[in-house]
């Protein structure tokens, strides 16, 4: 063997930087477009692995590389048992609910219901095990990482501190509701909404210190000092923004609603034109747009509060996200996001223009157009999505990576490695809820 | 950190090497040998090589590949990383296995296989004749597919009111009595009509046909609306709405895996654009049904050729119909063209008129009276009694 001596016992700053390639990124998920459009979207879980090996390889650590070392099987076989295990069973069960229940709009919105809370069961569970799987195929210097806690405490963490507090409120406003009556109760429970959104700062805090207090880095853990108060300055100012946008929103679209007579065919039952709606998606999409640009600020204090919360080895994480910059990540990913669609319906459509002509919606409702329409339209639209939310991904990353710094020395040879069990398979439950980070 | 490169050995390169055990690395020189990488501790002269057909990397060598991050299974849990783009580009050539289109097709050579396979057993099922999601459709309890039909009813005609004037309702119900009883079935099939203006009607599960305002007000004859319930119950008696109903769900479990779970907007497009209309050989089968019943019922079969030649006209008139046609192989429908001549091909036969004047007269006026269409729990419990 190469190495036999003992490491030196020096402590050494470690440097976080992100050496990008973004004409790759972009190569990359142009590529991976094709292969899910030619697999049917099978691919997608070795796109998926792809790109993350790309950006762990980016991601630097006194100049080397972090390593990806999951696999695109890995992922599909996660995905398989989960599907088999929740999707299927749900998507039969919804059939047989309504077949024995025969069109019951009140059968089918229980189980509804019951399925949603299912799910906010294990929303939690899918995080927690997205995260495992991730930091078990990272590698640095051959050292692994490992999330050592319980998904089941951590998902239950993430149930009730927002079910407390909604249960609280939806009973209170039921006794009012049954005591002084209707009016009061709604009232309530607004303002009890309202309210609850008061919790999320101290929720995020409390999750985060959960998940960081379970991280390692090979044996070593990492740990989290953060307490919830320094977030709750900038959140005020979210709130209050948040309050006044959406406010001015519902405004808005009340007045337009009943000036423009939309207000009237609603009672007569007349179906509204199109073009009608539009102002309205117009008012939303702008309170949409400033609502981003003032949670922005939040959001970069909490990036920042938690990097500074958690610590490894002596050493302290630091962030410098502003408010600004990370307005600008937002908006110019929805940005790219948008072209990369926009830029699908355009091939999609010039292809089925070159192909003879624009459907017309009675050749969609004939069935004529079927074929044709997925033959034609869907491959450029898969190309040109999938290569933007590989660009807007690769952003995210660099934006965080680009600004995170550790502070302090660490004594790199005493990280051994990882002595944790690796989970065997892949973050099969996340997929399905579609929570990806990077 | 590179600093050390300049007094390397020439055909030596300066690399970091990490044994895997500790988080800690150490400087080393590399090269590429005759076969493999040879690494050589800095201030030694002790070499290990890496050959090359033991070694991973960490991204796949690209063309334009910056540094390169090695492993070795010579070595487990080592790791060497050398920050040289003109090594990492040399040794693409040493180990053209580490190359991003060589790793690809390490990956997906089991899958070509594997599709090869399907698409292999999907076309000898196909060519033996085998329908196993028909075959599974008529396994279905009667009472399942009266259920399965009532909620597609409910959902299909949600905002629609029932048409139900009393002179209409009997010349219909007598109308598909007399093709029922040609198709030979025990329960005659339940037609209603709705008040909807589009030129429509479906057959739905459990020997159900709904047709609509739009279909009763276009017809030019009785034997038009005739031949077109003729076709709708060729769809029933052949199972076309719960085989399609099964393909959707297996359809909808596919689209699932194949969006990786996540099936968003544009799966469910692509499986409602899939789902509208049968495939032209159920189609074809309708047809074929239609034109039996209506020789067993002794109605001409004409009326079916006129609804044909109508459906005709209106598409002629749309553009994308007209272009449409350049693509019959990505057609659901058999062309309308085609449908009407295998109708003139029939041999002639003795027929009286589907319904007397009077009765379609009736029949045309059967929206004068509308009425809320029973709910399907209603319905249920009517049935119970």
Known sequence: ?438 | MPSNATSLPSGETYARFSDGKSAAARDTSVKLGLTGVEIREANSARVVTWPYASLSAGEPLRTHAIDVLLNSTAQPGASLFVPNSEFARALRKSAPHLTAGAERWRSARPWVYGAAAAVGLIAAVYAAGWSPIRSLASTLPQTWRERLGESAVASMTDGYKLCVADDGVQSLNALSLRLSKAAGMDTPFKVAVYDWPLLNAFAVPGGQIIMTKGLIEKAGSADEVAGVLAHEMGHGIELHPETGIIRAIGLAAAVELMMGGSGGALANMGLLLAQIGYTRTAEHEADIQALRLLKQAAIANRGLGDFFKRVQTIEDEDKFGKTLKQYNLLRTHPPTAEREKLVREQADYLATPALDAQRWQDLKGICSRTAQPPKPDENAKQTEL
């Open chain 1, 1 to 438: 063997m190469l190495i036999t001596d003992d490491a030196a016992a020096v402590r050494e700053p470690v440097d976080i930087s992100f050496k990008g390639d973004t004409a790759g990124v972009a190569g990359l998920g142009f590529i991976n477009g094709i292969l899910k459009v030619l697999t049917l979207g099978l691919y997608s879980f070795w796109a998926k692995t792809e790109v993350r090996r790309k950006i762990w390889g980016a991601t630097r650590l006194n100049g080397e590389p972090l390593k990806y070392t999951g696999t695109g099987k890995e992922l599909l076989l996660g995905f398989l048992i989960v599907f088999g295990v929740v999707v299927l069973p749900v998507l039969l069960a919804g059939v047989a609910i309504s077949l024995i229940s025969a069109g019951d709009q009140r059968a089918i919105a229980l189980f509804q219901g019951l399925l949603y809370l299912a799910f906010f069961l294990l929303v939690g569970n899918a995080v927690y095990r997205a995260q495992r799987y991730r930091l078990s195929r990272s590698e640095w210097r051959g050292i692994r990482g490992a999330l050592v806690g319980s998904p089941g405490r951590y998902s239950w963490a993430y149930f009730w501190t927002l079910a407390a507090p909604f249960t609280v409120i939806a009973g209170l406003a039921g006794v009012f509701a049954y005591v002084t009556g209707p009016a009061v109760g709604g009232l309530i429970m607004i303002a009890g909404l309202l309210a609850i959104l008061w919790v999320l700062p101290w929720r995020a805090n409390y999750l985060r210190a959960m998940l960081t207090r379970d991280m390692r880095f090979g044996d070593r853990p990492l740990t989290y000092s953060g307490t919830a108060r320094p977030l709750y300055m900038s959140y005020i100012f979210a709130w209050v923004g948040n309050a006044v946008i959406f406010a001015a929103a519902i405004a808005a679209t009340a007045s337009y609603v009943i000036r423009s007579g939309l207000y009237e065919k609603q009672v007569a039952r007349i179906p509204p034109d199109p073009m009608e709606l539009l102002p309205i998606a117009g008012i939303w999409l702008a309170a949409i747009i400033a609502s981003a640009v003032v949670t922005a600020w939040y959001r970069a204090m909490q990036i920042n509060h938690f990097a500074r919360s958690t610590h490894f080895e002596g050493a302290t994480f630091r962030a410098d996200a502003t408010g600004s910059s990370l307005m600008w990540l937002v908006l110019s990913n929805w940005v790219i996001s948008l072209l990369g669609l926009v830029a699908g319906v355009a091939f999609a459509g010039a292809l089925m223009y070159v192909a003879g002509g624009l459907p017309s919606p009675q050749a969609f409702q004939s069935g004529a157009a079927n074929m044709l329409a997925i033959v034609l339209a869907v491959p450029p639209l898969i190309i040109m999505t999938t290569l933007a939310a590989t660009i807007t991904q690769y952003r995210g990353a660099r934006y965080l990576l680009q600004r995170l710094k550790l502070d302090g020395l660490v004594n790199l040879g005493v990280v051994m490695q990882s002595q944790s069990q690796m989970p065997k398979r892949g973050e099969g439950l996340a997929q399905v809820f579609d929570i990806d980070a990077f």
